[in-house]
């Protein structure tokens, strides 16, 4: 009786959590279809409209097309420098090892807004000049941890006795790298870069002190905010932006998913 009663307790307060959680996501969809700038209940009615001004305002579409450009570049390279890190932690166990690695996930636990007014006291004494480029910057920066966590379980999913036999066999480090060790773990680095792409394009402290005279979306939004006729038009881009997150971490848990299942037939 009382596993029954703990068992219905837990759900109970998993669907409370799940519900406050989304609920404010949910209120932002509902208020995007609403014909009205208040955002107040009950709705006037169900309108379009805001969906038909978003395909036109010429300013947020520049700021949508900067935060692509800035998640695209720096996850690549977040991709990139990020699994040469969780191939050195993974397979090496070189003098410092520890160290760097605490040093390399030290993003994970500073808090952007410090990072940020770091990062931009940085660029200053440096004499860069505030622009997309200093973003695309911090994001990699931040972005780097989450790639080696990814590709780093990937790689500690199967034996390295693999990279050996083929180097056994006359490979080179590099041929068994391209060959063995990469392939494996493509559904690691695909989901690590949709994670690293969506952190990203929704990331607003960091790009807030860092930005020049372009606005990603997220600053862009932020700043729309002072002006009550634009809200509607804000709040239907975040419910687009939104969803198209949660489609892409839905892609990119499937692949990570994926991975695990191909690490366990191959262990049989």
Do not use: C
């Not at 949660?246 to 990119?252: D, E, F």
């Amino acid at each position: 009786m009382k596993r029954e009663f703990g068992k219905w307790l837990g759900w109970a307060y998993y669907l409370a959590l799940l519900f406050f959680l989304q609920l404010p996501i949910l209120l932002l969809i509902i208020f995007s279809f609403n014909d009205s700038v208040l955002l107040v209940f009950p709705l006037k009615g169900f309108t379009l409209d805001w969906y038909r001004q978003l395909l036109g305002a010429r300013e947020l579409l520049n700021a949508a097309r900067n935060s692509l450009m800035v998640g695209l570049i720096s996850s690549a390279v977040a991709t990139g420098l990020g699994t040469m890190g969780a191939i050195a932690i993974s397979r090496y166990n070189f003098p410092g090892r520890q160290f760097f690695l605490n040093i390399a996930t030290l993003p994970l636990v500073i808090p952007y807004v410090v990072l940020g007014v770091a990062m931009l006291i940085l660029f200053q004494a440096l004499g860069i000049t505030l622009s997309l480029w200093t973003i695309t910057i911090g994001h990699a920066i931040i972005n780097i941890p989450y790639v080696m966590l990814i590709v780093a379980a990937r790689l500690s999913g199967f034996a390295n006795n693999l990279e050996e036999a083929a180097m056994d066999l006359g490979a080179t480090y590099w041929g068994t790298l391209m060959r063995i060790t990469l392939p494996i773990s493509a559904p690691a680095l695909v989901a690590a870069f949709l994670s690293s792409f969506t952190l990203s394009f929704d990331e607003f402290s960091l790009a807030f002190f860092l930005a020049g005279t372009d606005n990603t979306l997220p600053v862009y939004l932020y700043s729309q905010l002072r002006f009550p006729n634009r809200l509607p038009l804000a709040i239907t881009t975040a419910a687009v932006v939104i969803l198209v997150s949660v489609a892409i971490l839905l892609v990119s848990e499937w692949l990570r998913r994926l991975g695990v299942e191909r690490n366990a037939r191959q262990g049989r």
